[in-house]
């Protein structure tokens, strides 16, 4: 029983991870409509930004925050302007395919510069962890659970409870109407693409630490956040954090109590039974001819 | 003869003659290497235009579709393998079960994932292929998992070898054209096209559109599914994490968008030009390192300078340049 | 009599002298290619840039000494991105369009099982690093030869022989199994398995997980709660990483750890677990301190070009520098480097390489019981520990706790 236990706790550590991701991932398309498939290289790009800071200045992992999040926010308003601005009709097909280009991009650039061995982000905590009752939990689980409250919450208090976070909420509402009401929709656009490229810096950190990680790792991430905004409803944050932790508990469960080999088609077929039940996922918005 | 006229003959003539030389390929250039692009880009050309009855009519965009192209490939294989079947042609008369298959697997994806739309639609495509790699990894009694499945070897000589499957690739390829076609020039088609453009005023206006986009997504699947089948066939072994795998499938739907969304030779064009690019691109540049770089780069020109694809971007331009030859010769004459 | 026996022996004489002199003064032959697909990116580019270091070391070797019969060597590399269908038209491109003379392997039975088909439809000799799978052998193919010390599913039974061997008092009780569904690190693991059972070491925990998992410490967890003895696990580098940071940060402590690959891969398996590596062991048929032929030379050339110490050199970059070794030794003994011959000869005989004496069945399994070894951490170097033959130290048993 301890042992469902410590699954379930892992899987809402490592979770929160996602959640963060998955966000990022979610914000973008209920802003701008687009599927970025790239996000998961996004977060690897984050892990190799803070690769390269602690190989120059040798700070924590945790630390080079201060400089990647900044760095992959501005990134993200080059990206979105020069990019995804200019794609006008068919947003969504042609946006998968543009930010499949990217991610094929920064995957060779990734390559070219730092090879594709694998690395790691160390830090004094990585192997270090505390006994609760009769396991114990790993302290990068929690620092990483901990850094992704710290940026949800500010995520959504710059959401909720500033005038800005209310033009960005506008503008997933109702493009048009957001407009009409005097919002510059392309600024908010290109600030929403840069808030998801920021929180992807964050995941990368703490998926840097817990994995080995090399250029190649996007694919699996990419396929499992893409999984967990449609089971939480595109365009919802409270989804994708509510999807995330139940992908990885499920997962986690399934893993310890039944074998790994079904851990992840669990999750599938939650996603199946949620989406017969309800298609435009757990916290998303029907809408008349757009999900 | 009238312009419009002299303007079709072009046409038919221009389908003849590629559909000459793509007939008598294998004779035109015999060695190995020109006839193994020349299969994976047939096999290409089928792909894209089987993805665009689905994606290009019905504007349901899937991007899993690379699980019915494993699955069509398992299939094979593994009747194949029950059934054993020797190597040579015989396996090639198989590839129709393979597509039936695929016909009924897509039938039951297609009730559960057609109730949903647009975005989502697009990734729950995505969490199916996923889920029937899942399969394929994890039934190991049935698939050999993560070992693979082997397909019998046919003992044709090197030269030889690619001509047979570039040939069953060619059969398939022209299929889907003429199923592509037939669509297009019926009501059936019509009514994907209805859906396409606004599908709850279709429903209203009286378009069966549940069973429209499921029949799409049907026969779609179906010719991807025989597809894999020759694939697998081909390179006689397959995997699970190589057959299910994204980058096909998201390959035909960029050749198709390349080409033109919608358009019957669009897929075409976009598979003629992108696959022996890819292959040629890796070949070269692999080596160094930037291949996925370069590769990346042309994806980017390619959709940003021609949003709506190769087809209909130019015959726009065709249409604009006549309309100004025409706006500009009366006058002329006029004096 | 006498005398013609007398003059043709001198006559015979002569000839062979003369022979010898005009070898060593005939004109180099013409230079040759020798075409590879290597995974330079996608899942298996750390492997495959660690395998194109040990080709480029034998090619540069050969060269120094005159080339393979003289043939001055350049080697070819395309990138098959880790994909069946490139790999494909990489060997079909290299043999067919740019001609080249020879072929090696790429990476892993994956990519080498649809490369041999290819390759042996145009009688080419496959002499490859790192397709050792059961179905690697079972298709009848004549011109595929493994250049490892063992078939996959033997690695282990080194390892199985060693836990045995200790007194029942020592030796472990229980046994936890965690393999990936993968041709390479499965049948070593089941394998192991077996002859453990029958050596009457219960089995705590089994599981095989698919090979796309990428969160491994759920089944980390399951193994370090059955508190087995001995944990094998059959693990490509990223996993067994995972597993190791997993047991330390759970202070589980069994008496030996054996991970199918990962430790032997020098520095990227050093660097994240620092002076954590010690005491794990890996099955190898390699290690940078063996005295195996040339492996002294191999690691200090390797070290003069490439930099680093000897212990982060991976044993892919051994594997394909023997694979040279053999296509080398071959083409000697049969005189010439066309495959036809070489494929005739390389199934017979013995063949020296870094990794030991190697020879090959008729469907090219490496065979002789020459055995995979078993190489263990120990103070920040790899070291052969087991049969006592090779060893460079004993067997750090059982395993000092975690730090």
């Not at chain 2, 690379?66 to 079947?85: I, P, R, V």
């Not at chain 2, 044709?156 to 398939?172: C, E, I, K, Q, R």
């Not at chain 3, 079909?92 to 099982?113: C, H, Q, R, Y």
Request: hydrophobic letters at 50%.
């Amino acid at each position: 029983m301890t042992l469902v236990l410590e699954a379930a706790i892992l899987g809402v550590l490592t979770g929160g991870v996602y959640a963060l991701m998955a966000s990022g991932l979610t914000l973008i398309f209920g802003v701008m409509r687009i599927i970025n498939v790239g996000h998961g290289a996004l977060v690897v790009l984050g892990a190799y930004l803070s690769f390269a800071v602690t190989r120059s200045i040798g700070i924590d992992p945790f630390l080079t925050l201060f400089i990647t999040m900044p760095v992959m926010f501005l990134l993200g308003l080059v990206l979105q302007t020069v990019f995804i601005r200019p794609l006008k009709t068919d947003r969504e097909a042609l946006s998968v395919l543009v930010t499949y280009a990217l991610a094929l991009g920064i995957e060779g650039i990734l390559g070219y510069i730092f090879t594709t061995n694998y690395v790691q982000l160390k830090g004094w905590y990585e192997t270090t962890s505390f006994p609760v009752g009769s396991f114990r939990i790993a302290y990068v689980y929690v620092f990483g659970f901990v850094l992704c409250l710290a940026i949800l919450g500010a995520m959504f208090f710059v959401l909720y409870r500033t005038t800005f976070g209310s033009s960005i909420r506008a503008t997933m509402l109702n493009r048009t109407a957001a407009q009409l009401v005097g919002i510059d929709v392309d600024r908010v656009s290109a600030v929403a693409f840069g808030i998801g490229m920021a929180t992807a810096a964050a995941g990368g950190v703490v998926f840097g630490i817990t994995t080995a990680f090399n250029p190649g790792s996007h694919y699996d991430l990419i396929s499992r956040l893409l999984t967990i905004i449609v089971l939480g409803g595109l365009g919802s944050m409270r989804g994708a954090i509510v999807a995330a932790l139940i992908m990885l508990v499920s997962e986690d469960i399934t893993s310890v109590v039944v074998s790994p080999v079904w851990a992840s088609f669990v999750f599938f077929v939650i996603l199946v039974v949620v989406l017969l039940v309800r298609p435009q996922g757990l916290y998303g918005v029907r809408v008349r001819d757009r999900l | 003869m009238s312009p419009v006229a002299r303007l079709n003959v072009l046409k038919v003539g221009g389908l003849l003659l590629v559909f000459a030389v793509a007939l008598a390929l294998p004779a035109l250039a015999p060695d190995p290497a020109t006839t193994n692009i020349a299969v994976f880009t047939m096999m290409y050309v089928g792909l894209a235009t089987a993805w665009n009855i689905m994606g290009g009519y019905t504007g349901y965009i899937s991007l899993g579709h690379a699980g019915f192209f494993g699955f069509g490939s398992y299939c094979l294989g593994l009747l194949l393998a029950h059934l054993g079947t020797a190597a040579g042609y015989a396996p090639f008369m198989l590839v129709p079960l393979a597509g039936l298959a695929t016909a009924i697997l897509a039938f039951a994806v297609g009730w559960f994932a057609l109730r949903t739309r647009a975005a989502t639609f697009v990734i729950v495509t995505i969490a199916f292929m996923f889920m029937l790699q899942l399969l394929a990894e994890n039934l190991v009694g049935l698939t050999g998992g993560g070992g693979g499945l082997s397909f019998p070897v046919p003992p044709w000589s090197g030269d030889y070898f690619n001509t047979p499957y570039y040939y069953a690739m060619l059969v398939l390829a022209l299929v889907g054209l003429g199923t592509s076609w037939l669509i297009r020039h019926s009501k059936f088609g019509l009514g994907l096209l209805a859906i396409r453009d606004d599908e709850d005023k279709a429903l209203a206006v009286g378009v069966p559109t549940p069973a429209f986009k499921l029949t799409a997504f049907i026969v779609s699947a179906a010719l991807v599914g025989m597809i894999g089948g020759v694939y697998g066939y081909y390179v006689t072994y397959i995997y699970p994490q190589f057959v299910v795998d994204p980058l096909i499938g998201i390959s035909m739907v960029l050749m198709v968008f390349l080409g033109g969304l919608g358009t019957i030779t669009g897929p075409v064009l976009g598979a003629l030009i992108l696959e022996p690019a890819q292959l040629w691109l890796a070949y070269n540049y692999g080596a160094s390192r930037l291949y996925l770089v370069l590769y990346a780069a042309v994806f980017l020109v390619v959709i940003l300078v021609l949003p709506r694809g190769i087809v209909p971007s130019a015959s726009d331009f065709l249409a604009r340049w006549r309309a100004k030859a025409a706006a500009s010769a009366p006058a002329a004459t006029r004096q | 009599m006498g005398r013609r026996l007398m003059a043709a022996a001198v006559a015979g004489l002569g000839l062979t002298v003369a022979a010898c002199g005009s070898s060593s003064t005939a004109a180099p032959a013409a230079p040759i290619t020798i075409g590879v697909s290597v995974s330079l990116t996608g899942d298996f580019s750390g492997d495959g840039k660690a395998l194109v270091q040990g080709y480029d070391l034998w090619a540069a070797d050969e060269n120094a000494k005159g080339g393979l019969l003289g043939h001055q060597i350049t080697m070819e590399y395309k990138d098959d991105a880790s994909s069946t269908q490139q790999v494909v038209t990489n060997y079909e491109n290299m043999i067919t369009v740019d001609k080249v003379a020879l072929v090696f392997g790429p990476f892993s039975s994956l990519l080498t099982i649809p490369a041999s088909t290819v390759v042996s439809r145009y009688g080419y000799a496959f002499a490859e690093p790192a397709g050792g799978g059961p179905s690697v052998f079972n298709r009848g193919l004549t011109n595929i030869f493994f250049v490892q010390p063992a078939a996959v599913e033997d690695n282990l039974v080194s390892y199985a022989k060693y836990l045995l061997s200790l007194p029942v008092g020592q030796r472990p009780a229980t046994a936890a199994y965690a393999t990936q569904d993968d041709p390479f690190t499965q049948p070593q693991v089941d394998k192991a398995k077996t002859l453990l059972e029958a050596g009457g070491i219960t089995t705590a925990y089994y599981h095989v997980y698919p090979a796309e998992t990428t969160d491994f410490s759920p089944i980390a967890l399951n193994v370090a709660n059955s508190k087995a003895d001995a944990v094998i696990l059959g693990t490509q580098l990223p996993d067994a990483l995972a597993f190791a940071q997993t047991f330390i940060q759970q202070h589980y402590n069994p008496k030996t750890i054996i991970e199918t690959t990962g430790p032997d891969q020098g520095a990227q398996f050093s660097g994240p677990l620092g002076a954590n590596t010690e005491g794990i062991m890996v099955p190898a048929g390699w290690t940078p301190a063996a005295t195996a032929y040339g492996n002294a030379k191999f690691v200090s050339a390797f070290i003069t070009k490439y930099g680093g110490a000897a212990a982060d050199i991976s044993a892919d970059s051994a594997e394909a520098y023997s694979v040279g070794q053999v296509v080398d030794q071959a083409a000697t003994k049969a005189g010439t480097i066309d495959n036809t011959k070489l494929i005739a000869a390389l199934h017979s005989g013995t063949y020296q390489t870094v990794q030991g004496p190697m020879s090959f069945d008729s469907t090219g399994k490496p065979q002789g019981g020459v055995g995979v070894y078993i190489e263990q951490w120990q103070s920040g170097a790899a070291v052969f520990v087991y049969p006592a033959t090779v060893a460079a130290a004993p067997p750090e048993y059982p395993k000092k706790n975690w730090q």
